[in-house]
């Protein structure tokens, strides 16, 4: 099936999420957006908290919209970080296409909306984790900034330093730091302690990962344990018995840590349980978790979204878009990401929709009046989506 809309106008509106900080476009990717024959409009101030002032991005070749209604307005192609509101996306052109994060907890009238619009809705989320998808892969990108900020964030909350040191008062010992999940947030956080000095230990479901663990010098918990595969590189959800086995086994080496960085997530479902209430309390006094899956539930019995707790002398930490501190860098790498997307999506200054390619229908969440993915479409079905 395809469809071909000529003239392609892109828009780039303001982020209105609270808490978002990046941008879909950076002046390095508008000049690549050009030249697909694309024209670029940007809403002034959408990238300022980004530190992409307006004369930069207008400098790049973007046209300036003073609001959201005269960017958005005949647009072809809308490309955003977080999906639109269910306002918003009533206001989106109609038949337009979205390029942005959809995530399965998107609410169900923002799904409702897209399909009253007729929006074909590009889910980042959905990018198939093929050879030729990795220039497009947004989840892996920012993961790997939320990595490397969740070893930062930990550190600057830690009352101890993370390196070795030998002074003439004596040699201070290293930081133990463990990483549960050594996916792609995982694996920068395992660098990024390694190379502040820390003695690393990491585990993950995934046999596979143990030599990528130790190549970058930390050592690799195995765990005598049959896990179930997932797709796309990802690990697959859980029994209750495996995840029971697991946190015995990792107990005491949660217990013995300076500083728990936990990345375990499955795609569309609550974040498994690793550390229990009763771990926690039994961690040396000023130790520091920091859980990335805290925006879907938290690997940790003791994480509060969004929060930071106090668990006797242990304090856990819960981030919510972890990336989106780090707003410069985190935008550059996902204009990049947007760029390769929608230069998939483009050819000779036409969006063309074929959907016997994979990547265009792997990534289609929505088209033509109508929710593709299974798990959006069974989540709306069901009346609203359920909550971590």
């Known amino acids: 099936m395809s469809g071909t809309i000529a003239r392609v106008k892109l828009a780039v509106p303001r982020e209105t999420a609270a808490g978002e900080l990046r941008v879909a476009v950076s002046p390095d990717s508008i000049p690549r957006l050009r030249a697909l024959g694309l024209e670029v409009t940007v809403e002034r101030g959408a990238g300022v908290a980004a530190r992409f002032s307006d004369a930069a991005l207008e400098a790049a070749g973007a046209t300036l919209a003073p609001d959201r209604a005269s960017c958005l307005g005949g647009a072809h192609l809308v490309?955003?970080?977080?999906?639109?509101?269910?306002?918003?996306?009533?206001?989106?052109?109609?038949?337009?296409?979205?390029?942005?994060?959809?995530?399965?907890?998107?609410?169900a009238a923002?799904?409702?909306?897209?399909?009253?619009?007729?929006?074909?809705?590009?889910?980042?989320?959905?990018?198939?984790?093929?050879?030729?998808?990795?220039?497009?892969?947004?989840?892996?990108?920012?993961?790997?900034?939320?990595?490397?900020?969740?070893?930062?964030?930990?550190?600057?909350?830690?009352?101890?330093?993370?390196?070795?040191?030998?002074?003439?008062?004596?040699?201070?010992?290293?930081?133990?730091?463990?990483?549960m999940g050594a996916g792609v947030a995982g694996l920068q956080a395992i660098a990024t302690a390694r190379r502040l000095?820390?003695?690393?230990?990491?585990?993950?479901?995934?046999?596979?990962?143990?030599?990528?663990?130790?190549?970058?010098?930390?050592?690799?918990?195995?765990?005598?344990?049959?896990?179930?595969?997932?797709?796309?590189?990802?690990?697959?959800?859980?029994?209750?018995?495996?995840?029971?086995?697991?946190?015995?086994?990792?107990?005491?080496?949660?217990?013995?840590?300076?500083?728990?960085?936990?990345?375990?997530?499955?795609?569309?479902?609550?974040?498994?349980?690793?550390?229990?209430?009763?771990?926690?309390?039994?961690?040396?006094?000023?130790?520091?978790?920091?859980?990335?899956?805290?925006?879907?539930?938290?690997?940790?019995?003791?994480?509060?979204?969004?929060?930071?707790?106090?668990?006797?002398?242990?304090t856990?930490?819960?981030?919510?878009?972890?990336p989106a501190t780090v707003p410069t860098t985190s935008s550059q790498v996902l204009a990049r990401n947007v760029a390769a997307l929608v230069g998939h999506l483009v050819r000779n200054g036409e969006l063309v929709l074929d959907f016997d390619d994979a990547i265009t229908a792997g990534c289609c969440a929505v088209h033509a009046g109508e929710v593709r993915n299974p798990a959006l479409r069974e989540a709306v079905q069901a009346g609203a989506v359920p909550s971590p």
């Open 197 to 314: 000095g820390a003695v690393v230990e990491a585990t993950d479901v995934r046999p596979a990962v143990r030599e990528e663990v130790q190549s970058l010098g930390a050592h690799f918990v195995e765990l005598e344990l049959e896990a179930q595969a997932g797709e796309g590189g990802y690990a697959g959800e859980q029994s209750e018995e495996f995840l029971a086995r697991q946190r015995e086994l990792i107990g005491q080496r949660v217990e013995q840590s300076d500083l728990v960085v936990t990345t375990a997530a499955v795609p569309g479902r609550r974040a498994p349980v690793l550390i229990t209430r009763d771990v926690v309390e039994r961690m040396r006094d000023g130790a520091v978790i920091v859980d990335l899956a805290a925006d879907s539930g938290g690997n940790c019995a003791c994480t509060v979204p969004g929060e930071e707790v106090q668990v006797g002398g242990v």
């Open 110 to 179: 923002v799904v409702r909306q897209l399909v009253l619009r007729r929006i074909t809705a590009f889910s980042f989320e959905l990018v198939p984790r093929i050879s030729r998808a990795q220039s497009m892969d947004a989840l892996s990108s920012q993961a790997s900034i939320g990595g490397y900020k969740a070893v930062c964030l930990g550190a600057a909350r830690m009352p101890k330093i993370l390196p070795l040191q030998m002074t003439a008062a004596g040699t201070i010992a290293p930081a133990r730091v463990l990483v």
């Open 79 to 107: 490309c955003a970080v977080q999906p639109p509101s269910a306002d918003e996306a009533e206001r989106l052109p109609e038949g337009a296409a979205l390029v942005s994060f959809l995530p399965v907890s998107t609410p």
């Open 316 to 322: 856990v930490i819960g981030p919510r878009n972890l």
